[in-house]
């Protein structure tokens, strides 16, 4: 059976052409299709050239977004001693050791972002199969896997966020929301495509960048120039 599409969202796509815009008129367009009765996210949807089903072309990394998320992230962070008590110190939501991880066997989900201490990685792998498919598994490359808890929350806590491709090749990113300006919008999505680019698989071939759009949460999908978002300077963003 096809899915219904509300009245309100077919006269919000009749607003969006069949053409990819520069990357500050997408971002006004999509801050106006933001109608939706509670705030909405800014989302990116970024197809590559890559087929994440070979280890060499797999992208997992993180971001900084120099805007902010515009959301709370709750961080629980898995360590041991005295760095429980540092993470407590530093603005952890959760902080514990063994007792944390049996909390989290038994269902408890109350966090955003998962960080972990080098040496209580071997415990923390009997939560794979609970964390994986959430993407909250703890990993060096998402700076998520570190003695350095306090600016691991910091750097959480003001805006960076860890995203990977799927299964096929598209990323999928909350890069702030669409209460913020536009230009604002620019700043975050011009540091997501510098990072992607930043972070190329090595055995990505041909084009890399296929397709980008951005859409609020409950808004139309809107394309960008990719190549005229590549083109510019991040001063020219922020």
């Not at 515009?70 to 902080?95: F, L, P």
């Not at 998962?114 to 703890?138: E, I, N, S």
């Not at 570190?146 to 799927?166: P, S």
């Amino acid at each position: 059976m096809p899915k219904r599409i509300s009245k309100r969202l077919r006269e919000l796509q009749a607003k969006v052409e069949d053409r990819a815009y520069e990357p500050l008129e997408a971002l006004q367009l999509l801050k106006e299709t933001a109608t939706a009765k509670f705030p909405e996210s800014a989302e990116a949807h970024i197809r590559l050239g890559i087929d994440p089903k070979y280890t060499d072309q797999q992208l997992r990394t993180t971001v900084a977004l120099p805007k902010g998320t515009g959301q709370t992230v709750r961080v629980a962070v898995i360590a041991r001693g005295e760095k429980v008590t540092e993470a407590s110190n530093s603005g952890a939501d959760i902080a514990g050791s063994e007792e944390l991880i049996d909390e989290i066997q038994k269902g408890m989900m109350d966090f955003d972002v998962l960080v972990a201490t080098p040496d209580m990685m071997p415990q923390v792998a009997k939560l794979g199969r609970l964390l994986g498919p959430r993407g909250l598994m703890p990993s060096p490359k998402g700076g998520t896997v570190t003695f350095d808890v306090a600016q691991a929350i910091a750097e959480f806590k003001a805006g960076k966020l860890e995203f990977r491709a799927d299964r096929s090749g598209i990323v999928h990113v909350l890069f702030g929301k669409a209460s913020f300006s536009a230009e604002d919008l620019l700043a975050n999505l011009k540091a997501l495509q510098e990072t992607i680019d930043r972070n190329r698989p090595t055995g990505a071939k041909g084009r890399y960048w296929r397709t980008m759009y951005v859409c609020s949460t409950m808004g139309p999908a809107i394309q960008v120039d990719i190549n005229a978002l590549r083109d510019m300077k991040l001063a020219d963003a922020a």
